[in-house]
């Protein structure tokens, strides 16, 4: 399990690392209430659809713990919950993992106050442990995700040309370790620990696999140049970023010198049908990695699949202020080279005046994903070239879709 820690918690606290400032400086925000998780989560100091959904249940969790509730019934505690719920959901409405939380605790809420004597305490001290519990599970998901992933793309890996043989052996050798793209952070710093595609990488380098990791860099926002670059050097992960707009030249040039064999990203939602929204950019690699013969894989929790919406149509993208393709922030580099970390400075990179459209993520349709891999087990299209999650997901599926494949 990666050292790193972008949230840190025990009851009635909550310490989230905020990003904006890292690679170069390490601070955490306490975050004790509602209205401040919101803002850490609408302004990416967290980001990550695993991490966002944990910071927004703990954070109000702590504010419960605190006594921010005066409710004098049963349901009156439930109502302010649900409020404070339902305001907590719309700081990020892309990730489904926020809105599948939030639905769990409801849930969970419900179920406490449901007895004759149910109070305030009793549903409190349901919701604490409950949004306690999706915290810690998610440290045992990602790491399922990153030993399932890693075997796949073992598995599967495109042919590249044979091996030398050594020292005279006529029998081909053991298959040597192969490289991988991801694009933007899905790392320690997105989840609880380990992460989601990245956790692929860190299972490959741990069994002695991966040859090297390659970044994008992640624009406008580069959060794959600030964030997955900072993990894999603070690691020892081999890896190398790259400009976005490198991709294609990387595959075709390196594939085989490299063993490129798949791009791994995570997933803000799955639809159904296993058209997934990510990170801006990613719809732009999948085209790429079929193009060239490399696997595309998605890794992420059952928690980022939503049964509910058919298809990626249906998916609501969510638009960033103009100004973070117009201007960018850093710690500014002395003239010896050196990042001075006390200082940092704006700059515009563009014309202030220019439009701009600057959607956060994009929609890879499902025909150019191979694999969507989850905590319990890896989904691959059937002969119809659809994606079925009823393996994986029995209970939501048969809850939500029925027998059907409709």
């Given at each position: 399990m990666s050292?790193l820690?972008?949230?840190?918690?025990?009851?009635g606290k909550?310490?989230?690392?905020?990003?904006?400032r890292?690679?170069?400086?390490?601070?955490?925000?306490?975050?004790?209430?509602?209205?401040e998780?919101?803002?850490?989560?609408?302004s990416?100091?967290?980001?990550?659809?695993?991490?966002?959904?944990i910071?927004?249940?703990?954070?109000?969790g702590?504010?419960?713990?605190?006594?921010?509730?005066?409710?004098?019934?049963a349901?009156?505690?439930?109502?302010?919950?649900?409020?404070?719920?339902?305001?907590?959901?719309?700081?990020?409405p892309?990730?489904?993992?926020?809105s599948?939380?939030?639905?769990h605790?409801?849930?969970?809420?419900?179920?406490?106050?449901?007895?004759?004597d149910?109070?305030?305490?009793?549903?409190?001290?349901?919701y604490?442990?409950?949004?306690?519990?999706?915290?810690?599970?998610?440290?045992?998901?990602?790491v399922?995700?990153g030993?399932?992933?890693?075997?796949?793309?073992?598995?599967?890996?495109?042919?590249f040309?044979?091996?030398?043989?050594?020292?005279?052996n006529?029998?081909?050798?053991?298959?040597?370790?192969?490289?991988?793209?991801?694009h933007?952070?899905?790392?320690?710093?997105?989840?609880?620990g380990?992460?989601?595609?990245?956790?692929?990488?860190?299972?490959?380098?741990?069994?002695?696999r991966?040859?090297?990791?390659?970044?994008t860099?992640?624009?406008?926002?580069?959060?794959?140049?600030?964030?997955?670059?900072?993990?894999?050097?603070?690691?020892?992960?081999?890896?190398?970023?790259?400009?976005?707009?490198?991709?294609g030249?990387?595959?075709a040039?390196r594939?085989?010198?490299l063993?490129?064999?798949a791009?791994?990203v995570g997933?803000?939602r799955?639809?159904r049908?296993?058209?997934?929204?990510?990170k801006?950019?990613t719809?732009?690699?999948?085209?790429?990695?079929?193009h060239?013969?490399?696997?595309?894989?998605?890794?992420?929790?059952?928690?980022?699949?939503?049964?509910r919406?058919?298809s990626?149509a249906?998916?609501r993208?969510?638009?960033r202020?103009?100004?973070?393709?117009?201007?960018?922030?850093?710690?500014?580099?002395?003239?010896?080279?050196?990042v001075?970390?006390?200082?940092?400075?704006?700059?515009?990179?563009?014309?202030?005046?220019?439009?701009v459209w600057?959607?956060?993520?994009?929609?890879?349709?499902?025909?150019?994903?191979?694999?969507?891999?989850t905590?319990?087990?890896?989904?691959v299209?059937?002969?119809?070239?659809?994606?079925d999650?009823r393996a994986?997901?029995?209970e939501?599926?048969?809850?939500?879709?029925?027998?059907?494949n409709?």
């Amino acid at each position: 399990m990666s050292g790193l820690q972008a949230i840190r918690y025990s009851r009635g606290k909550l310490e989230v690392l905020d990003q904006l400032r890292l690679p170069h400086e390490h601070h955490y925000d306490e975050v004790s209430t509602s209205e401040e998780a919101f803002d850490c989560i609408k302004s990416m100091r967290v980001r990550g659809a695993p991490a966002i959904a944990i910071v927004a249940a703990l954070a109000h969790g702590v504010e419960l713990h605190n006594g921010s509730c005066k409710a004098s019934s049963a349901a009156e505690t439930i109502s302010y919950i649900d409020t404070r719920l339902d305001y907590l959901k719309q700081s990020r409405p892309t990730a489904v993992d926020l809105s599948n939380a939030i639905a769990h605790l409801k849930v969970v809420i419900r179920e406490a106050g449901a007895g004759p004597d149910a109070d305030r305490a009793a549903i409190i001290a349901a919701y604490v442990g409950a949004a306690e519990a999706i915290f810690r599970k998610d440290r045992e998901t990602n790491v399922a995700i990153g030993e399932h992933g890693s075997r796949w793309i073992l598995a599967h890996a495109p042919s590249f040309p044979p091996l030398p043989v050594l020292d005279g052996n006529s029998e081909q050798p053991e298959p040597e370790s192969i490289s991988v793209l991801t694009h933007c952070n899905t790392g320690s710093l997105a989840t609880s620990g380990h992460g989601t595609a990245l956790g692929v990488i860190r299972s490959l380098h741990a069994a002695g696999r991966l040859r090297r990791a390659f970044c994008t860099e992640t624009r406008p926002y580069n959060q794959g140049s600030r964030l997955t670059a900072f993990e894999l050097a603070h690691e020892g992960i081999p890896g190398t970023l790259v400009a976005d707009s490198m991709a294609g030249a990387l595959f075709a040039t390196r594939r085989d010198a490299l063993r490129l064999a798949a791009v791994v990203v995570g997933a803000d939602r799955v639809a159904r049908n296993g058209d997934t929204a990510n990170k801006i950019g990613t719809y732009a690699l999948a085209v790429l990695a079929r193009h060239h013969g490399l696997r595309f894989v998605v890794a992420a929790p059952t928690t980022s699949v939503d049964l509910r919406t058919a298809s990626g149509a249906g998916i609501r993208i969510e638009e960033r202020p103009a100004a973070e393709l117009t201007q960018i922030t850093g710690a500014v580099v002395g003239a010896d080279g050196k990042v001075d970390t006390s200082r940092s400075e704006r700059v515009a990179i563009a014309h202030q005046g220019i439009d701009v459209w600057n959607p956060a993520f994009d929609v890879t349709p499902a025909e150019l994903i191979d694999a969507v891999v989850t905590e319990k087990g890896v989904v691959v299209k059937g002969e119809d070239g659809q994606f079925d999650f009823r393996a994986v997901m029995p209970e939501a599926w048969a809850a939500l879709v029925g027998d059907s494949n409709a």
